[in-house]
């Protein structure tokens, strides 16, 4: 393989690790993000229609404001420790809300969490899976959903990007939204249920991101409405950091950056090593393919630079001799050759010698 593209390689994916080792841009549904799926047009919403929100910047505790209703947005990429599970459910059981607006991943160590904590099954496949044509895959892809409230609940429609998973709502739930055009009557997105004193809110991510705020805002308002307008949006989560936390931690992190830093230091003399040349640059001869001629010209010129000529003038005597018995030795002068020329006058002599001897034959 190219030595050069091996060393390309390993630089531009080294490259990419660090980049996503130090990029600070917001991750997920987070309300610093301006993108599709974040959550900044929601709480800009929520802040217009009179709701106090704060933005938590450190882990779930014990003994916090019951009035104040929690919002964990996933995805989110840090994950809760001991204590901050512990902190979820003495919320619940002390009469605080805690709402989740879910993702739809199939693997996340965060929603196992935070679903494991507020009493919530595992997410359950409720979509169809993705046809194989390109074509079709494209608007499955693609695909909207329109949610339909739950009677005797009436509210306007929530329009959705198709998800496709969801959590069960338990059976003394309150279902609010269902549906779906290939999820089925039967799958509930939105619904709240009561766990200890506490309640719990499960929303699809969907529904509230910057997306969807202008066709989903009635969930909005029913949420200000049912929950209240004090609120605290987890951004701990998303990267969010106390300056406090930050310096207790920073003796942590310079240990990583440290660790980081021999990391690269080794990345790079691998890299440098691979790309180092070793010993002179040399390139293999090609073989030669010619006819039979060209191999005795090349065969001769050989021995003529080496001065086998003698050599060559008595193997070819010896030759002519053993074909024909009758052949006498040529002359001295004849055989003492010394160059090309030589030999040419000596092979001559014995083809003439032998053809005299054909003629002399009764």
């Known amino acids: 393989m190219n030595r050069r593209l091996v060393v390309g390689v390993l630089l531009a994916v080294g490259a990419i690790a660090l980049l996503s080792v130090f990029a600070q841009r917001p991750t997920g549904a987070s309300v610093f993000s301006r993108q599709a799926d974040g959550l900044k047009a929601t709480m800009a919403y929520l802040e217009a229609r009179g709701a106090e929100v704060d933005l938590r910047d450190r882990p779930f505790g014990v003994d916090e404001d019951l009035g104040v209703a929690w919002w964990i947005a996933l995805p989110a990429p840090k994950p809760l420790d001991e204590d901050e599970i512990v902190a979820l459910r003495a919320r619940l059981a002390a009469g605080g809300t805690i709402v989740v607006s879910y993702d739809d991943a199939r693997t996340s160590l965060v929603r196992r969490q935070i679903f494991d904590a507020v009493g919530v099954g595992s997410s359950l496949p409720i979509r169809q899976e993705a046809p194989s044509g390109w074509r079709a895959w494209g608007d499955w892809a693609e695909a909207r959903w329109s949610l339909e409230p739950v009677a005797p609940f009436d509210s306007p429609p929530l329009r959705i990007h198709a998800i496709d998973r969801a959590p069960p709502p338990p059976p003394d739930a309150r279902r609010l939204y269902r549906g779906g055009d290939d999820a089925g009557d039967a799958a509930t997105l939105v619904f709240a249920y009561r766990r200890g004193a506490g309640t719990v809110w499960m929303i699809p991510s969907a529904a509230v991101r910057n997306a969807g705020v202008v066709d989903n805002a009635a969930l909005l308002d029913l949420l200000l409405e049912t929950v209240g307008r004090r609120w605290s949006i987890d951004e701990y989560r998303h990267g969010l950091v106390d300056l406090e ?82 052949l006498s030795r040529p002359p001295a002068e004849l055989t003492d050759v010394h160059d090309g020329a030589g030999l040419l006058r000596l092979a001559r002599s014995l083809a003439r010698r032998r053809a005299a001897s054909s003629r002399s034959l009764p």
């Open 245 to 326: 936390l930050a310096a207790a931690g920073s003796a942590g992190r310079r240990a990583w950056d440290f660790f980081l830093a021999h990391l690269a230091l080794a990345y790079a003399l691998a890299a440098l090593g691979l790309a180092w040349r070793f010993g002179p640059p040399w390139r293999e001869e090609r073989p030669s393919f010619a006819s039979t001629a060209a191999f005795l010209r090349g065969l001769g010129s050989v021995h003529d630079r080496l001065g086998h000529h003698g050599d060559a003038a008595e193997a070819l005597v010896e030759r002519a001799r053993a074909l024909d018995p009758r």
